[in-house]
């Protein structure tokens, strides 16, 4: 990988944080619907910039972040789906003693 390779893909997970926390502060989004939303864009990026030689292959890099940052972002907030449950379904079964 070279050094602007890295450099961009660094800059996409850096975008993908800023992103991640508008929607997610800002506009209310769930957790899960905003790491999709960022998998998506960077899915869309890393498609677009396959034709574009040494240029397409930095801006997909770039997209390559979003998409890891979606993945990494997707699985806390399965995580936090799952802890939220369990405490739903321990306050279930301590009100029907």
């Not at 800023?18 to 939303?37: A, C, E, G, H, P």
């Not at 574009?52 to 930095?58: L, R």
Request: proline share 1%; glycine share 12%.
């Amino acid at each position: 990988m070279s050094p602007e390779m890295m450099l961009s893909f660094f800059v996409g997970i850096f975008i993908g944080i800023i992103l991640f926390s508008i929607l997610y502060l800002v506009f209310k989004i769930s957790m899960v619907k905003s790491s999709v939303v960022l998998f998506i864009l960077g899915a869309i990026i890393v498609l677009c910039s396959m034709v574009s030689g040494f240029a397409g292959m930095i801006y997909g890099s770039g997209g390559i972040g979003l998409v890891i940052i979606g993945i990494v972002i997707l699985i806390c907030g399965l995580f936090e789906q799952i802890r939220v449950l369990k405490k739903k379904k321990s306050d279930d079964e301590r009100r029907t003693y």
